[in-house]
C-alpha cells in the first residue's frame, strides 16, 4: 500500500545528495547553500509566481522496494491558492476554504480544513517551488546536462533534520526557461517518486466550480468531514 503522504509530497509539485555536497563546505547549516543553485532558484519561484494561473500535465513513476513500478498519469490546475490535481486513483481539490481528498478505488472523501503556510509538508503545487525558503533544506547545483538538445540543470536538496522522510530530492530545471522539467524524491525507505512535467500552460481562466469537489460525479462517494 502506497503511503498517502509520499503520493501527495510527490504530486503537488507541479512544479530535490550525498558526495556532491561533501565537495563544497561541510554542508551542515543553512548558510552552507551554494549561491549559485539559490539563483537559480529564485528565478524558478519568481517565474512561477508570476503567473495568474497554470495548467500542466505530468507522469508520476512511484518505485516501493519489492513491488511493481506503477506509473500514472495526472493534471494540475492552479489559480492562487486554489488546486485541483487529478490522478487515475487520486485527487486533491482545494478552495482556499476546503481541502478534498478523493480515494476513487475506496470511493472515499476526506474533506479537511486547506493546509496552513509554514506547514512543513509540500501539499499545495506552490510549495515545490519554495519550499527551499523556508530554511530546512541545503541545497546546492550539482550537474548540467543536455537532454534532446535542451541544457538542463540539476539541483539536489538534503534535509537538515535527521528525522525527515527523505534522504535527497532532485530537481531537474530547462536552463533557458526556468521551468521545472523533474522532481524526483528518495525516501529512506528505499522508494523513489519521479514526476515528469509533460505538457505546461500558463494564465487559463478558471471557473470557482474547478476547484469544487462535485459529488454528483462519483454516486455512491462517503465524504468524512474532518474539519475543525
Given amino acids: 500500500m502506497i503511503d498517502m503522504k509520499y503520493i501527495m509530497a510527490i504530486m503537488m509539485s507541479t512544479f530535490f545528495l550525498a558526495t556532491s555536497f561533501a565537495q563544497k563546505k561541510d554542508f551542515t ?3 552552507d547553500v551554494d549561491p549559485e543553485a539559490q539563483r537559480v532558484l529564485d528565478k524558478v519561484s519568481k517565474k ?3 503567473y495568474k494561473s497554470i495548467e500542466a500535465t505530468f507522469s508520476l513513476e512511484i518505485e516501493i522496494p519489492e513491488e511493481p513500478v506503477d506509473k500514472q ?4 490546475k492552479q489559480q492562487g491558492k486554489k488546486y485541483n490535481v487529478d490522478l487515475s486513483s487520486y485527487s486533491m481539490i482545494c478552495d482556499g476554504k476546503n481541502f478534498w481528498v478523493h480515494n ?3 470511493k472515499e472523501v476526506q474533506l479537511n480544513d486547506p493546509p496552513e503556510e ?3 509538508e509540500m501539499m499545495a503545487p506552490q510549495d515545490f517551488y519554495n519550499f527551499y525558503k523556508k530554511g530546512k533544506y541545503l541545497y546546492a547545483l550539482t550537474n548540467a546536462i ?4 535542451v541544457p538542463l540543470l540539476q539541483i539536489e536538496f538534503k534535509p537538515l533534520e535527521s528525522d525527515s522522510e527523505y534522504s535527497k530530492i532532485r ?3 530547462e536552463k533557458k526557461t526556468s521551468v521545472v522539467k523533474r522532481i524526483k524524491v528518495f525516501s529512506k525507505d528505499g522508494s523513489r517518486f519521479t514526476l515528469a512535467i509533460q505538457d505546461f500552460k500558463a494564465n487559463k481562466k478558471y471557473t470557482a466550480a474547478d476547484f469544487i469537489f462535485n459529488e454528483k460525479k462519483f454516486p455512491g462517494v462517503h465524504i468524512e468531514d474532518l474539519r475543525f
Fill in 104 to 106: 476513487k478505488q475506496n
Fill in 171 to 173: 530537481m531537474t530545471i
Fill in 146 to 149: 543536455v537532454e534532446k538538445g
Fill in 118 to 120: 509554514g506547514d512543513d
Fill in 73 to 76: 498519469t495526472g493534471t494540475l
Fill in 48 to 50: 512561477y509566481e508570476a
Fill in 29 to 31: 547549516k543553512v548558510q
